[in-house]
């Protein structure tokens, strides 16, 4: 489990492929390469990954087909600015809100102001039924609030700090995201979906 609250950034220094799935290099800070241990969980861009390896300057995970095709991390390129965060401690601060690390799908910057203001990103259908106005939705990691949604795009309002502490500043246009739909959300709609079907 995750905040979604970034204050660690680090880069894609490799990306092999392999028979299934494929194996991911991230450079990190010695503070977040203590906290990843083999087998501790790191989220990375949104996507909760296992550590498998870890040494002085970076750490490896390895990536199913599953994952490579649910998001980003299969298309970065090398050098890549990555949005890290080690998992919750017990008795941590929930300073965002609370992040599986499980992205639901993939989005696009469709409009961006240069600095802080209304950031707009598409978003499928089915992550547009779990998402409203002044909820929660993960970006690539990042814990933001919805100022505005439609049926496949949201807004969110960016601050100074949230700049200068993620990779957000780099973002071009048509840029993919990963997703995560506040869990509030998602169980909601599950649940209406599931009465639906039990009503017909």
């Known amino acids: 489990m995750f905040t979604g609250l970034i204050r660690e950034l680090g880069s894609l220094k490799?990306?092999?492929?392999?028979?299934?799935?494929?194996?991911?290099?991230?450079?990190?800070?010695?503070?977040?390469?203590?906290?990843?241990?083999?087998?501790?969980?790191?989220?990375v861009n949104g996507v909760c990954l296992t550590s498998t390896y870890v040494d002085g300057e970076s750490w490896i995970a390895e990536l199913s087909d599953e994952t490579l095709k649910k998001t980003s991390l299969g298309t970065l390129k090398i050098n890549t600015s990555l949005h890290l965060e080690p998992s919750l401690r017990l008795g941590d601060s929930l300073d965002g809100h609370l992040v599986s690390?499980?992205?639901?799908?993939?989005?696009?910057?469709?409009?961006?102001?240069d600095g802080e203001g209304l950031w707009k990103f598409s978003m499928p259908l089915f992550i547009g039924a779990m998402t409203a106005p002044k909820g929660s939705i993960t970006i690539d990691g990042i814990s933001l609030t919805v100022v505005e949604c439609g049926l496949d795009w949201l807004s969110v309002s960016l601050?100074?700090?949230?700049?200068?502490?993620?990779?957000?500043?780099?973002?071009?246009?048509?840029?993919?995201?990963?997703?995560?739909?506040?869990?509030?959300?998602?169980?909601?709609?599950?649940?209406?979906?599931?009465?639906?079907?039990?009503?017909?």
Do not use: F, W
């Not at 392999?18 to 503070?31: V, W």
């Open 101 to 113: 690390g499980h992205v639901d799908g993939l989005g696009n910057l469709i409009e961006r102001t």
């Open 14 to 43: 490799g990306r092999e492929k392999r028979k299934e799935g494929a194996r991911l290099e991230i450079t990190a800070s010695p503070e977040l390469l203590l906290r990843a241990t083999v087998g501790s969980s790191i989220c």
């Open 159 to 200: 601050i100074p700090e949230t700049l200068r502490q993620t990779a957000l500043k780099d973002y071009r246009l048509n840029q993919q995201v990963n997703l995560e739909a506040d869990p509030m959300g998602r169980y909601i709609d599950h649940a209406l979906r599931m009465r639906s079907n039990l009503l017909n």
